[in-house]
């Protein structure tokens, strides 16, 4: 157990529809980082955010939005769904300000139908 | 955009050989780069990492190399496990941004 926790673990939804993936991140760590993962385009960094405040942005679609609770657990909102969403969500966490820090959940696999 | 260049795709080794796996970055503000393994069902985890002021790290059988004339990196596993079996990736930051940009990845097969 990383200590960074992920839910749901799977989710199969249709086209069109909106999806929130729920990340806790490992106790004492700030920083909250999404990240998709596909075959052909391997770890994309989404959004950051850093004690509740969005910190840095990346290829994160204007479809998707994410937020930081005061309880610094995070979620991210996937809407109008397409297929070409299916990809694994992962959430990192880490110590305020260190990249290096970074540890992962396991992940939500999304397959949209 | 970064981008972190990871080759190869996918890697075959025998037990007890030494796995290579190479990865070059194009933004010299980049100054923190490590190794990330990941297992099927699992995220990654972090394996190694390094920052430009040494040209080589190495923890157990996992070694890193880093040419920043070249701005490349590399990941070498020696005496190579059927247990290390899985996906490496090699990723890069500028501390200061603290966001992480990942290679695509090496699928790693060491056969028994």
């Known amino acids: 157990d990383s200590g960074v926790t992920q839910t749901p673990k799977h989710l199969i939804t249709a086209t069109g529809q909106r999806v929130t993936l729920r990340c806790s991140p490992r106790?004492?760590?700030?920083?909250v980082y999404w990240y998709q993962q596909s075959l052909d385009q391997g770890l994309q960094f989404l959004i950051q955010?850093?004690?509740?405040?969005?910190?840095a942005k990346g290829n994160i679609l204007e479809r998707f939005s994410a937020q930081q609770f005061p309880d610094l657990h995070s979620e991210l909102n996937l809407s109008s769904l397409e297929l070409g969403d299916s990809a694994l969500y992962f959430c990192?966490?880490?110590?305020?300000?260190?990249?290096?820090?970074?540890?992962f959940g396991s992940g939500t696999r999304l397959t949209v139908v | 955009q970064q981008q972190v260049k990871q080759s190869p795709q996918s890697l075959i080794v025998q037990k007890g050989g030494i796995s290579i796996i190479n990865c070059a970055y194009e933004?010299?503000?980049?100054?923190?780069f490590p190794w990330y393994q990941q297992f099927p069902g699992k995220g990654p985890a972090l394996l190694i990492a390094?920052?430009?002021?040494?040209s080589e790290k190495k923890e157990g059988r996992f070694t890193i190399s880093f040419n920043k004339s070249a701005k490349q990196f590399s990941l070498h596993i020696m005496d190579s496990q059927p247990g290390d079996s899985a996906t490496y990736f090699c990723?890069?930051?500028?501390?200061?941004?603290?966001?992480?940009?990942f290679g695509k990845g090496t699928m790693l097969l060491v056969s028994p």
């Open positions: 933004n010299t503000a980049f100054d923190y």
């Open positions: 390094i920052r430009p002021d040494v």
């Open positions: 990192a966490s880490s110590v305020a300000g260190q990249s290096g820090g970074y540890t």
């Open positions: 990723a890069a930051s500028n501390e200061g941004y603290s966001t992480l940009t």
């Open positions: 955010y850093y004690n509740g405040e969005e910190r």
């Open positions: 106790s004492g760590d700030l920083s």
